[in-house]
């Protein structure tokens, strides 16, 4: 009887070891005894996906946690340089010079996403006013000081415009979303490409009246608060905007169109430039060429050191970066934030970057 027993408890405690082993491959990057924490800070345009994608990239990978900050993009890429977060999210790729000076550092999309000009205009915030480059250009250099101005008129015509002057604001801090927004200003007006030019930070022109704001929030909050003000703004923020009752811009692009940000024409602009795409991503989608090309679009990126401190952070980046930019480029995920999915050969290029994480 005591050697049944004995046979007994070795069979389960051997089906128990059995489970557990099935247990933790299925667990994939890290077993029940070990959790790998990631951090990801950066974009503001992007936090609000990622705080989308985290619980369900958890749920599928329990022994991956997630912590997310927006901090704006130009934080998020020195912070991943520095090794200080595992993931830098960010609306702008580096530059030239900073990855010659980081080689090590990875660009990789992860969605495609677009600005919005919106403005707090009373009487006209329901009407999509018209603006071209050079305009938001005169206007945020302070060529242009009143709604009124001839040259907003003749974009505009029939629409009666205010005569008061107006508040442009700007992000003070580092951001993807001042560097597209001051590349459309720059691909399209060349006097500012030559006195201003394009980054995450920039020496704004001294403006009269003009105020600065921290992150998209603080944009929409901007707005809010100033009437007669305009800005440019992240679409994952177009519910807060529409919930504002703030007005939405239709801007002029490169074949003289002016559009609306709408999923035709952000799809439009990034299938213009798609195919142009380099092995290391970085690539502007400004202003790209095409009747229906919504004229500021970027790709949403990831800023990842190749080499990670140890082989479960590695492991635990890479399945992050594979989940986010397949299962979480589904519409269940973007469509809440208005971005699009990025196209087969772009997530194929993001696969290649992300096989080159280490440890």
């Not at 912590?67 to 993009?73: D, Y």
């Not at 490169?254 to 952000?266: D, F, H, N, V």
């Not at 195919?275 to 090309?293: C, H, M, Q």
């Not at 992050?320 to 050969?345: C, D, I, M, R």
């Amino acid at each position: 009887m005591r050697s049944d027993n004995k046979l007994r408890r070795s069979v389960l405690l051997r089906s128990g070891a059995a489970a557990l082993l099935v247990a933790g491959i299925g667990a994939g990057v890290a077993s029940a005894a070990q959790t790998v924490t990631l951090t990801e800070t950066g974009s503001t345009l992007l936090y609000p996906l990622f705080n989308i994608w985290v619980p369900h990239f958890e749920k599928a990978h329990p022994g991956i946690r997630v912590t997310t900050q927006g901090t704006g993009s130009g934080t998020g890429i020195a912070q991943a340089i520095k090794g200080l977060v595992q993931i830098g999210a960010s609306d702008a790729y580096m530059s030239n010079g900073q990855l010659k000076q980081n080689p090590g550092i990875l660009n990789i999309p992860l969605a495609i996403s677009a600005q919005s000009i919106n403005y707090n205009i009373p009487g006209l915030n329901g009407h999509h006013l018209v603006f071209s480059g050079p305009v938001l250009a005169d206007i945020y250099s302070g060529k242009i000081t009143n709604w009124d101005s001839p040259a907003i008129a003749k974009l505009n015509p029939g629409v009666k415009l205010p005569n008061h002057k107006i508040i442009p604001v700007h992000r003070t801090d580092g951001s993807g979303d001042t560097f597209i927004f001051s590349q459309y200003l720059s691909f399209s007006t060349p006097e500012w490409n030559s006195k201003v030019g394009y980054g995450t930070s920039i020496s704004w022109p001294a403006v009269q009246g003009g105020l600065g704001a921290q992150g998209n929030p603080g944009m929409v909050e901007a707005l809010k608060g100033n009437k007669f003000s305009i800005a440019y703004v992240g679409v994952s923020f177009t519910k807060q905007i529409d919930a504002a009752k703030l007005g939405t811009a239709k801007l002029v692009n490169r074949a003289g169109k002016a559009l609306l940000p709408t999923a035709s024409t952000i799809s439009a602009a990034a299938a213009a430039l798609g195919d142009k795409t380099p092995a290391d991503e970085r690539i502007s989608l400004v202003f790209a060429p095409g009747a229906n090309s919504y004229p500021i679009i970027n790709y949403e990126y990831a800023i990842v050191n190749k080499k990670q401190p140890n082989k479960a952070t590695a492991d635990a980046v890479k399945a992050l970066l594979t989940w986010a930019s397949n299962e979480g480029n589904s519409e269940q995920y973007l469509k809440q934030v208005h971005f699009k999915a990025l196209p087969k050969k772009i997530r194929e290029l993001s696969a290649k970057q992300i096989a080159q994480i280490g440890s």
